[in-house]
Nanobody
């Protein structure tokens, strides 16, 4: 089964940038869709962006389109989330998650996953 380890969170001012990384370990990673969720205190978990590790197809939540970019590196088995022009409402714990043999919709919209990482805190504040 896939294992996921996130890194890259931190404190940044509004308008700043952060890059999150998710290192995936396990067999047959091309069978997975992998993505990023976030959850802020008192709010429901929401899918932010997801990518198909095989064909590179992507999904973005509307509020992050044009600001966030997801990418994958098969050599490093890593999925990265470049976050630019960050806003206070982006503050949350960000989790990497993976779903095998499935769709971006089921992972990023319906929130179904096989495995989730431990999370990394992103705080946007002046």
């Amino acid at each position: 089964q896939v294992q996921l380890v996130e890194s890259g969170g931190g404190l940044v001012q509004p308008g700043g940038s952060l890059r999150l990384s998710c290192v995936a370990s396990g067999r047959n990673l091309r069978r997975y869709v992998i993505g990023w969720f976030r959850q802020a205190p008192g709010r429901e978990r929401e899918g932010v962006s997801c990518i198909d590790f095989d064909d590179d197809d992507t999904y973005y939540k509307d509020s992050v389109k044009g600001r966030f970019t997801i990418s994958r590196d098969r050599n490093q088995n890593t999925v990265n989330l470049q976050m630019n022009n960050l806003r206070a409402e982006d503050t949350a714990v960000y989790y990497c998650a993976a779903l095998q043999r499935s769709s971006l919709y089921r992972l990023c919209v319906r929130g179904e996953y096989d495995k989730r990482g431990q999370g990394t805190q992103v705080t946007v504040s002046s």
